[in-house]
């Protein structure tokens, strides 16, 4: 990843603070996008190397983000690749559902990355090719009560990148997923915080190699983005500790 600059969004915390820190150790300048100038500058400031440039930036500012990425490109050079790790994850059984749940949720984690796609592709902002790596889920994959809404967000992420990858490809530029079990950070603090303790560790139990960590998926992405992985395109990589081989 040396002398290469990677945008990541969902930077400021977890998963994708993660993310930043190995693409960092690997030599990239990393573009840091969350809402929160505050979280993204401690995340910065824990990166190594020098040059990593904090964008705040609100990802529902769907029209926006295209021109952001003209914009960056003209500031600081070209981009050579983008992970989209940003995303809501609403728990809600069915009958609790509303039509703003749907809309927010589709907003920030689908439509949010097909702009991110359409800023990425654009002339002048890529360097001649390059990666997309989406965060997807296994619940993207397979099924969970009071998940319906996520899982389709997410499975909409699997399908979008397959179809990315076959219009891309001309442009040299690949586009696939990670979809992660429970790893502990982001989210998942999220979802143990709703659970007793027995209740958590049965879903650590449905991981046979036990819950991940940041940099299980950390390493993951670094893969896709780089070109150890340049012939891979339109898949999904599951990270999920053997959750879903059972």
Not at 24 to 44: C, I, N, S, T
Not at 58 to 64: C, M, Q, V
Not at 137 to 154: C, H, N, V
Not at 205 to 229: C, K, M, Q, Y
């Amino acid at each position: 990843m040396q002398g290469r600059t990677i945008l990541v969004t969902g930077a400021s915390a977890g998963i994708g603070a993660e993310i930043s820190r190995n693409l960092a150790a690997q030599g990239a300048r990393v573009a840091l996008v969350a809402r929160r100038p505050d979280h993204l500058e401690a995340v910065r400031a824990s990166l190594q190397g020098e040059g990593h440039i904090n964008m705040p930036f609100d990802l529902s500012e769907i029209d926006a983000i295209p021109p952001r990425f003209r914009q960056f490109a003209s500031d600081y050079g070209p981009i050579h690749g983008v992970m989209h790790c940003a995303g809501l994850m609403l728990m809600r059984p069915l009958r609790m559902l509303t039509s703003s749940d749907w809309e927010t949720s589709m907003r920030i984690n689908v439509a949010s990355a097909s702009a991110l796609a359409k800023g990425f592709r654009q002339n002048g902002v890529n360097a001649g090719g390059g990666s997309i790596v989406f965060i997807s889920s296994i619940t993207g994959l397979i099924g969970q009560p009071a998940q319906s809404l996520y899982s389709a967000t997410k499975g909409a992420l699997i399908a979008m990148a397959r179809a990315l990858a076959i219009e891309l490809a001309r442009e040299k530029i690949r586009v696939n997923c990670v979809a992660p079990g429970v790893v502990e950070a982001g989210m998942s603090e999220q979802l143990k915080s709703g659970m007793t303790q027995d209740q958590w560790n049965q879903l650590a139990a449905l991981h046979p190699l036990g819950i991940g960590r940041a940099e299980d998926v950390a390493n993951a992405v670094t893969f896709l983005l780089a070109d150890t992985s340049r012939w891979i395109t339109g898949t999904t990589l599951v990270v999920d500790g053997g959750y879903t081989a059972q």
